[in-house]
């Protein structure tokens, strides 16, 4: 698929001042340039054309928020000042497979004043002798080289801390909703508390009150027994009279 086709597909029919993140890799480009991208793109940030058969940058439009710009695998080997003063605010370039040979290639870059990160994998640069020392010397902006710094730190990964940062704001306040709970359940165990001294009280009263009325039965059955036995002497009174009678 060529790349102005590419492109249009890209867009899913939004207009290119919405694009931010635009990926054309393994298209191909017309007579080594770049086509189709016009400055219609205000918004674009990351640009990515790997493997696209370029051979010149001399139609980039200008990308003025343009900051990661993606070029493995092409054929360049000049035209570098380009990106300059199309994309000024560049801070990382990735120019692996390329056929950069000599050191003066890479002085069109000391007009990226935020370059930071720079890629050279697979060209024929890297083979000269202080490679490294020397595109640091010639760069001083640049903070990471093929992917490490001057004393070999690697460079930290984007990606990884954009999710780890997106980890830390999904993640809830969990302190506060354990507090939270911790206080619900001294309130239900306070509410727990009262009702089972409620309970207790009302058990002790009840008990209280079935002690009372058993006293009662017993003192009302004492009362009965005299008047009882009084009946059964009276009683036995009159058979004695009645054996007097007869007699």
């Known amino acids: 698929m060529d790349m102005k086709k590419r492109i249009t597909l890209e867009l899913r029919n939004r207009s290119p001042a919405e694009i931010v993140e635009l990926v054309l890799d393994n298209s191909r480009s017309a007579d080594g340039e770049v086509e189709g991208l016009t400055d219609e793109f205000t918004e674009l940030e990351f640009l990515s054309m790997v493997n696209v058969g370029l051979s010149s940058l001399t139609k980039l439009p200008p990308l003025p928020k343009l900051r990661k710009l993606e070029l493995s695998d092409n054929n360049l080997s000049g035209s570098l000042e ?42 024929e640069i890297t083979s000269l002798e202080d490679y490294r020392e020397s595109v640091f010397e010639l760069l001083p902006q640049v903070t990471y080289l093929d992917g490490f710094d001057q004393e070999d730190n690697e460079a930290p990964d984007s990606e990884a801390d954009d999710e780890e940062d997106e980890g830390e ?4 306040p969990t302190g506060e909703y354990d507090d939270e709970e911790d206080e619900e359940d001294d309130e239900d165990g306070s509410e727990g508390g009262e009702v089972g001294l409620s309970f ?44 007097d ?3």
């Open 245 to 247: 009678e007869e007699d």
């Open 82 to 123: 380009t990106l300059a003063e199309k994309c000024p605010n560049l801070t990382y370039l990735n120019l692996s497979g390329n056929k950069i040979k000599e050191l003066s290639t890479l002085e069109a870059l000391q007009n990226l004043k935020s370059l930071q990160s720079l890629d050279l994998f697979n060209c």
């Open 169 to 172: 704001e999904g993640a809830g």
């Open 200 to 243: 207790q009280v009302n058990q002790g009263n009840q008990e209280e009150y079935n002690e009372e009325d058993d006293d009662a039965e017993e003192e009302d059955d004492q009362a009965g027994a005299p008047g009882q036995k009084r009946k059964r002497e009276v009683e036995d009174e009159g058979e004695e009279d009645d054996d």
